[in-house]
């Protein structure tokens, strides 16, 4: 019998190459029909026999376009009608449609397949793509996203690829950079000093002889830039000792861990566990580097991840990296920039900025307009979260619970996004980085004028930090004169970020543990308990107040904090104390009176810095080079323990007192007693406190949903044990799965509460 339905599809379905996946899926079941864009959804008609509709309907579902997403689909029988064909339909003319960027998305195997196929026209083409795969946000010059609007545009269409891009029936059917060796960009090698290695052309030949070429330079040490998607990486051997040695040294980047690119999942077992959920993450459409746990190996030099447990490992992601990484399983691919500056993407920016740290430079000729760097996932109790989102996953928003007024929110100031919400949308920008360089303040800029661009949006209300010394916030206040501006506290932010992701409204416990953030009183905070909803806090809990001093300083001289806690702890003692615990500093008789005067000294409630602190008590290292070192350090050690107890702390009126804590910390390290074993304690101990405290506000407001957020929950140990004591008690446990824990998911969580209270008080 022939039925005919209606179907509406809900979610991220427009601008996504939704619309000839429905028609090839009707053509393939016999259905005749239409689909259309309407304003808010894929409207789909389809007729047919019964068997066929539900296989079409089982395939929407499972089989949709690897960037849409369906938030919900409905369906309704109606009355055959008489028609024979299936039709894609044009919008009508006043459907406001909300078209969608997508994200860059790594190669597919269909692509794979056809680039190391002899008989393919397309083998060999490092370029190779379809309406599955390929670059999309970082080739974007304006919307609509049409060819012409791309970095594609200066290439015209060779007269076998145009037939492809015009059948419906093609897997490349509008996929908009569609090229190949005849019509598409090249690659080109050049050294440092500009001269040409291998010669222009345009043919397999050419490109095989670029590749070996290039790989030959690899595996004599040598470093490339080699350009990618959403900008340039510094690539070198990874088993390379002296290779590596000499990136760091060039980059000026003493420990800070290296990203791996590995050829496949068999070199990757060889030095990480690799499971199923894992294998999945990595060939995932974003492409991801994972983190993931070492195995003890000779393979990967042993200056690529310095006392760490885990690499960060991708996969090759576009067809360039396929050919390459065939002939030299194990690359570093770490971004193509100088310590903290953006990443390049032009070839004489990268020629300029990076010609003191690349021997050779493997350029292509189609333009990336669009800075994106390479994102970075870990997995927490089965789940995959996100440490860093930008490619692959920037600017695909996130679908919030309801509509809200537009509104632009500009982040905070180290691991800088920036957002802007639109109906129900949170649309976040390509990873920017901290904002204390010109260039990443340019690159700022150049995010705020991309994201008002591609969401045709041009919000009034701004959603900044409260701390009146961040960069984005002094930004809002000079050009933003004429726009309402909303200044939100750090720590809601974070809460309120993790609250929309997981489409939470109404009260919640918070809990932030974080680094540090501008409290409402003017002081520093980082360890809280709050309750809130998306307009207001109330802050219940924090860590009892302690003093760092030094003030900036301390942030990677972290011995500073835990001497302010053996000065407060110990009083007169502290100096045998010190010795004790062969700190071998100089000059302590100048930091406890700069402590006893307070001198360039603040007190915070930061949670950060206490993990700082006691890596420092207990030897770990004294002062770090980069952010969050101390607690990835004291991680690592601590995970090496399976044995823990718990030391003393203390719940006060409003207070969490860790300073017992810390005393018994220092007491157990003189007495010789594993770090191992106290980082694990400390680490047991600290989430115990906390849940304790939560228990009480509990207990006081009969509220059970606890939202965990801010940047301490990159810490696994932590996280864990805090989510299973948590829900040891109960409680209904919230946490980041979209967007980062730390200050990368901050915009989102402006951006809601600029919404709600501009839309209140407008
Ligand atoms: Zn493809
Ligand atoms: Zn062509
Ligand atoms: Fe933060």
Not at 585 to 607: G, H, P, Q, R, V
Request: one cysteine or more.
């Amino acid at each position: 019998m022939i039925k005919r339905c209606k179907i509406k599809v809900y979610g991220i379905v427009q601008g996504v190459g939704f619309r000839p996946f429905v028609f090839r899926l009707a053509n393939k079941y016999n259905l005749t029909g239409f689909v259309k864009n309407l304003s808010e959804c894929v409207y789909i008609e389809i007729q047919g026999i019964e068997k066929n509709i539900k296989n079409f309907l089982k395939e929407l579902r499972n089989n949709s376009p690897p960037i849409s997403e369906i938030s919900n689909i409905e369906i309704q029988n109606i009355s055959p009608i008489n028609d024979t064909k299936f039709k894609i339909l044009p919008s009508t003319k006043n459907t406001k449609i909300s078209v969608h960027i997508s994200p860059d998305i790594a190669i597919c195997e269909d692509c794979v397949k056809e680039l190391f196929d002899p008989n393919n026209r397309r083998y060999y083409f490092p370029f190779i793509n379809c309406t599955n795969c390929g670059p999309r946000l970082t080739i974007i010059k304006d919307i609509p996203y049409d060819r012409v609007n791309t970095s594609m545009s200066k290439f015209n269409m060779c007269d076998e690829c145009k037939k492809e891009y015009e059948n419906p029936y093609n897997r490349r059917f509008h996929a908009e950079p569609i090229a190949c060796h005849i019509c598409g960009p090249e690659i080109l090698l050049m050294s440092f000093n500009s001269n040409l290695v291998v010669s222009n052309g345009k043919n397999v030949r050419y490109v095989k002889k670029v590749i070996d070429e290039v790989v030959k330079l690899l595996k004599n040490g040598n470093i490339i830039a080699i350009k990618g998607i959403g900008g340039f990486h510094l690539a070198c051997d990874a088993t390379n000792y002296i290779a590596v040695d000499k990136l760091r040294n060039r980059k000026q980047r003493d420990e800070k861990p290296f990203a791996l690119m590995v050829k496949d999942f068999n070199y990757i077992e060889k030095i990480a566990f690799l499971n199923n959920y894992e294998r999945k993450i990595l060939k995932s459409p974003e492409a991801p580097i994972l983190l993931m746990r070492k195995k003890k190996n000779k393979i990967i030099a042993k200056n690529v991840a310095p006392e760490l447990n885990y690499y960060g490992i991708m996969l090759p992601y576009t067809p360039l990296h396929y050919l390459i990484l065939e002939k030299i399983p194990y690359l570093i691919m770490t971004s193509g920039n100088i310590s903290d500056e953006p990443i390049c993407i032009d070839n004489n920016e990268a020629k300029d900025r990076l010609k003191d740290i690349a021997d050779y430079f493997l350029f292509h000729n189609r333009d990336i307009l669009v800075r994106c760097d390479d994102s970075v996932c870990s997995i927490f109790d089965n789940k995959r979260v996100i440490f860093r989102r930008s490619r692959g996953f920037s600017p695909k928003p996130i679908i919030l619970q309801k509509k809200f007024p537009s509104v632009l929110a500009l982040g905070a100031h180290m691991k800088n996004t920036i957002c802007i919400i639109k109906d129900n949308y949170g649309f976040i920008s390509p990873h920017i980085g901290d904002l204390d360089t010109r260039l990443s303040r340019d690159f700022f800029i150049e995010n705020i004028n991309l994201m008002k661009k591609i969401t045709d949006c041009n919000p009034d209300i701004i959603g900044v930090d409260l701390h009146p010394d961040y960069f984005s916030t002094q930004f809002a206040e000079k050009f933003f004169k004429d726009k309402k501006i909303i200044k939100i506290q750090h720590h809601h932010a974070h809460i309120v970020s993790c609250m929309a992701e997981n489409n939470l409204n109404g009260q919640v416990i918070g809990v932030a543990l974080d680094g540090t953030g501008y409290g409402i009183d003017g002081t520093i905070w980082g360890g809280e308990i709050f309750l809130c909803n998306y307009i207001d806090f109330k802050r219940i809990f924090k860590i009892k107040n302690y003093t760092i001093i030094g003030g900036e300083k301390a942030i990677k001289e972290i011995f500073r904090i835990s001497l302010s806690f053996i000065f407060e702890i110990f009083k007169e003692k502290s100096f045998e104390i010190i010795e004790k615990l062969n700190f071998n500093l100089k000059n302590i008789e100048i930091f406890k009176k700069m402590y006893d005067n307070k001198i360039n000294s603040f007190t915070t409630s930061s949670a950060g810095r206490i993990f700082d602190a006691v890596c420092s008590i207990l030897g770990i290292k004294k002062t770090v080079s980069f952010d969050s070192q101390g607690a990835i350090l004291l991680e690592a050690i601590s995970e090496n323990s399976k044995n823990f107890k718990i030391y003393p702390f203390e719940i006060e009126e409003n207070c969490i007192n860790f300073f017992p804590t810390i005393e018994a910390i220092v007491k157990d390290k003189i007495k010789g007693i594993s770090i191992d074993f106290i980082g694990k304690s400390f680490h047991f101990t600290f989430v115990k406190a906390f849940v304790e405290a939560v228990k009480k506000v509990k207990k006081e407001y009969g509220i059970n949903k606890v939202v965990l957020s801010g940047g301490c929950f990159q810490n696994r140990i932590l996280f864990i044990m805090f989510k299973s004591l948590l829900e040891n008690e109960e409680f209904e446990v919230y946490f980041h799965s979209q967007v980062p824990t730390n200050d990368g998911g901050i915009s989102l969580g402006q951006s809601i509460i600029a919404a709600e209270k501009g839309g209140i008080y407008g």
